[in-house]
Nanobody, 119 residues
Framework: VQLQASGGGLVQAGGSLRLSCAAS????????MAWYRQAPGKQRDLVAT???????HYADSVKGRFTISRDNAKNTVYLQMNSLKAEDTAVYYC??????????????WGQGTQVTVSS
């Protein structure tokens, strides 16, 4: 099972970006999905989470600006980012709890996508 993230790029402050992350591979189940971010020289921080039922949680720094959603039929999680600020600049990673067929639940990470916000 792999997670493939896309949608990063360069945007001006106040602009918007939409990140996507799709899970692919052999038959599997997915529970919670999330987005994290890591700025240069800093630890990786949680941005937002979403359960399989659609319950969401956000870091205080992105509340009201970012929206996490998922399409269970497509095994995809999204992060809509609006009103972007320079401090949102980071590599964004998707994360999911996945159980491949005949295996145990495990934590999987996408490869990361760079988001750069110019002020």
């Amino acid at each position: 099972v792999q997670l493939q993230a896309s949608g990063g790029g360069l945007v001006q402050a106040g602009g918007s970006l939409r990140l996507s992350c799709a899970a692919s591979g052999t038959t599997f189940s997915i529970s919670a999905m999330a987005w994290y971010r890591q700025a240069p020289g800093k630890q990786r921080d949680l941005v937002a989470t979403i359960t399989s039922a659609g319950t969401t949680h956000y870091a205080d720094s992105v509340k009201g600006r970012f929206t996490i959603s998922r399409d269970n039929a497509k095994n995809t999680v999204y992060l809509q980012m609006n009103s972007l600020k320079a401090e949102d600049t980071a590599v964004y990673y998707c994360n999911a709890n996945i159980r491949p067929m005949n295996m145990n639940w495990g934590e999987y990470w996408g490869q990361g996508t760079q988001v750069t916000v110019s002020s």
